[in-house]
């Protein structure tokens, strides 16, 4: 049941609860509770009646329960279980196993939203998942069970309910930017410095900012290579060298710098889950990493902020680590400690998309600018690379769905809700469009997310300055041709114009 969702989807809730819940499912599998259809069993677990599930063999085994539809739509779902397992084996791909999911339909789409969930054997636990409801909803379906593993499962206190986690930090008075311009256009850049490019971006672009990845290439095979902690340590040496020489080069041309910890202790395992959530000693390793950032860079005016992971994925956390919401605080107190104040980016679990807002809770700190990364839609951004289909056009049905200006609106609805709710600064760390999208599609695509962003008063950093040429600025359509064009792109004009209107002025204290 793989679809780019379900591997992207990784965020979990353990603690905490919902604000205004109206609960539309629950069954505890008691006499005239719902116990759904399927090859499940009802039977007894000490004083509870559960589901039971069990599997010899590698295979999938599930109970089905129908659900409205309507009730799900545009609303935020969140579906909660206590579950414990015996022996249930590794599945082949991150989004088997076991199973407490939702299958939405929409016309010609569907949607797994679903608890990450470990394997073997595990005690009873509560976990929780929440989600936004597709807004054009048409079936709904509650599925319980084991998929593509072996293994014995128990299910109780199964709740879908519809609501939205209660602010635990009061709004602001003043909305903290984290810099005394109007606004941040800019671009993300590589990670080997070139003085020219800095040159570029300042003097032909007239950006004002750049978010400077610490980033582990080829990005692949760090997913590994990080894994080990001494040549983690090794890479990240390298890395802030290259940094420092970026940071040199920026205070001559006064563009400021967002450094971005790319590359997280520890890499990556299938899904894109960070192994920090999976071993206390990656999670010890960021604290230690932010540590030795802030103590080189402490005193660096031009460096305005520090974003703490790219792209974050939980998956299902390991007994007694962080969800990324507590280490990330505990990252910045780190920080703190030895640069006071020091204002850092905060980009959502799962990979800081827009959706990661639909039930984010602000960080108990002052400080904070939050980030998200607008690639929407995907099948479109992305076409010809990852599999994804060629040509794709926009305005036009991608993946069962149309999208134009206003599905765009509605994908980013979270973050504005989010930016009104806490009176926060929103920053968009990356977008993109390839540049082989087929007639005026990437122009089109970039004047409407654009127009959102300056609409709500957003920074951003396009992805990116002169690293990989099929997301440049400066290469025309033709994706066979690898070099410059002689004449500016239309897209680079949509992006030139509004960066016209930047301002870099001399250094100041950051507000």
């Known amino acids: 049941m793989k679809t780019l969702t379900a591997i992207l989807i990784a965020s979990i809730l353990t603690t905490g609860a919902a604000a205004e819940q109206q609960v539309i499912f629950q069954t505890d599998f008691e006499v005239g509770a719902p116990t759904g259809t399927g090859q499940g069993q009802i039977v007894a677990d000490g004083p509870s009646r559960v589901l039971f599930i069990e599997r010899t063999t590698a295979g999938s085994t599930s109970q089905a329960f129908p659900l409205d539809p309507n009730a799900l739509a545009g609303r935020i779902v969140t579906i909660e279980a206590s579950i414990r397992a015996e022996g249930v084996t590794s599945p082949p791909n991150p989004w088997n196993g076991i199973k407490a999911m939702l299958v939405l339909e929409t016309g010609q789409a ?34 319980l069970g084991l998929e593509a593993v072996s293994g014995r499962v128990w299910f109780d206190d199964v709740r879908i309910s519809l609501s939205r986690p209660a602010a635990t930090a009061r709004p602001a008075a003043e909305k903290f930017t984290g810099h005394d311009l109007p606004r941040l256009r800019g671009f993300m850049h590589g990670p080997q410095f070139v003085e020219a490019d800095i040159r570029a971006l300042a003097e032909d672009w007239n950006a004002n900012h750049i978010r400077w990845q610490l980033n582990w290439v080829p990005m692949k095979q760090a997913e590994d290579w ?153 099948q479109f951004t992305h076409q010809g690379i990852y599999d994804n289909p060629t040509p794709t056009a926009y305005p036009g049905q991608v993946a069962g769905r149309l ?12 973050v504005v809700e989010f930016q009104q709710a806490c009176n926060v600064q929103i920053y968009v760390g990356e977008f993109s469009v390839i540049r082989w999208a087929p007639g005026d599609s990437g122009p089109q695509w970039l004047r409407d997310v654009t127009d959102i962003f300056e609409e709500h008063g957003w920074d951003w950093s396009y992805h990116a300055f002169r690293e990989w040429d099929g997301w440049s600025l400066e290469h025309g359509p033709d994706r066979n041709n690898h070099s410059p064009a002689t004449e500016p792109t239309d897209r680079a004009r949509i992006i030139r114009t509004l960066m016209a209107g930047n301002r870099r002025p001399p250094l100041t204290s950051d507000r």
Request: charged share 30%; hydrophobic share 35%; net charge neutral.
């Open 110 to 143: 569907r949607d797994y939203p679903q608890i990450p969930l470990p394997t073997g054997t595990f005690a009873r636990m509560t976990r929780r998942y929440s989600f936004r409801g597709p807004r054009n909803l048409t079936k709904a379906t509650l599925i």
């Open 226 to 378: 990080a894994a080990d902690l001494p040549a983690f340590d090794k890479w990240l040496d390298g890395a802030l060298l290259e940094c420092d020489k970026a940071l040199d080069a920026c205070e001559k041309y006064s563009v400021r710098v967002l450094v971005d910890l790319h590359t997280p202790p520890g890499g990556r395992v299938e899904g894109g889950v960070c192994r920090m959530f999976q071993q206390q000693k990656y999670q010890d390793k960021l604290i230690d990493a932010w540590q030795r950032i802030a103590r080189r860079y402490k005193g660096r005016d031009i460096v305005y902020a520090y974003d703490l992971v790219n792209e974050p994925v939980e998956g299902a956390i390991a007994p007694g680590l962080d969800d990324w919401r507590t280490l990330a605080t505990k990252a910045t107190r780190a920080i703190r400690e030895i640069d006071p104040g020091k204002p850092v980016v905060f980009e959502p679990a799962p990979w800081g998309g827009p959706d990661g807002f639909d039930t984010l809770e602000p960080l108990d700190l002052d400080r904070v600018i939050y980030s998200f990364h607008m690639y929407q839609p995907h």
């Open 403 to 414: 999208w134009n200006r206003q599905t765009l609106r509605d994908a980013m609805a979270s």
